[in-house]
């Protein structure tokens, strides 16, 4: 039986979400003290199904030099009053990276780790493997959308991302490297995945015809708790124009 593949948060404070003055910055109100504070908000995206004045919030605390804030945003609580969704984009490479190393991923068994951040031409990836006779260059996407079951992404129009899935069907067809994109669904209620085509269609568009030119294209949910977020399971890719 495979070892659980987890990344454990720290102690964490209650809060109550009150506004998000900017893309990095969420105020809040800390349960108990009643002080407001600020913190920061470490996923670029919308995130507004999400964070809805009165939602919970939960932070870790992270004073250092230097830092305009005191308070990180680690959770928050979705909507449906159960489910706990990751607001720290960053977790998903880090997860990911854990779950290579473990060979968690059947898609890319037999793959290896050569080293992050990897450099060709003008961009980079975030992860370059490679076994006896490949070499795969793999993007990875932080995902926290889920409606009605669909994990969906990109929650925002998000030109980096087309041109990520671009850059990765131009690789494939140069033949030098296989490729992949990695979608990480920080939360557990994603049953399948879908291109969010009614969000940013260009996007959408771009990750099919990158399907379709033998980019693989993969996702996996995660598992959130107050301790910490544990590697889920594979979900389905469903490339369909509407959702159901």
């Not at 910490?228 to 124009?241: M, P, S």
Request: hydrophobic letters at 45%; proline letters at 3%; aromatic letters at 8%.
């Amino acid at each position: 039986m495979q070892k659980s593949i987890a990344l454990r948060f720290g102690d964490l404070v209650k809060a109550t979400f009150l506004e998000r003055p900017n893309r990095f910055i969420v105020r809040c109100r800390i349960d108990g003290s009643g002080e407001e504070a600020e913190a920061h908000l470490a996923d670029p995206g919308r995130l507004k199904e999400l964070l809805l004045p009165g939602a919970t919030i939960y932070l870790n605390y992270a004073a250092k030099q230097g830092r305009r804030t005191k308070w990180s945003a680690a959770l928050v609580l979705a909507p449906d009053g159960a489910t706990l969704v990751s607001l720290q984009a960053a977790m998903a490479n880090r997860l990911a990276a854990r779950a290579l190393g473990a060979q968690a991923i059947p898609e890319l068994a037999g793959f290896q780790f050569v080293k992050a951040e990897y450099a060709v031409g003008k961009s980079r990836f975030d992860f370059y493997l490679a076994n006896r006779s490949q070499k795969l260059l793999l993007e990875v996407k932080s995902c926290t959308l889920v409606e009605g079951g669909i994990a969906m992404f990109p929650d925002a129009v998000t030109e980096r991302g087309k041109r990520h899935v671009q850059e990765l069907a131009e690789l494939k067809n140069g033949g030098e490297f296989d490729t992949a994109v990695l979608f990480v669904v920080q939360r557990s209620d994603g049953e399948k995945f879908r291109p969010a085509a009614h969000i940013d269609p260009a996007f959408a568009d771009a990750l099919r015809t990158a399907y379709e030119q033998g980019v693989k294209v993969l996702a996996y949910n995660a598992v959130v708790g107050l301790k910490g977020i544990t590697w889920g399971k594979r979900l389905c890719v469903d490339f369909a124009k509407e959702v159901d």
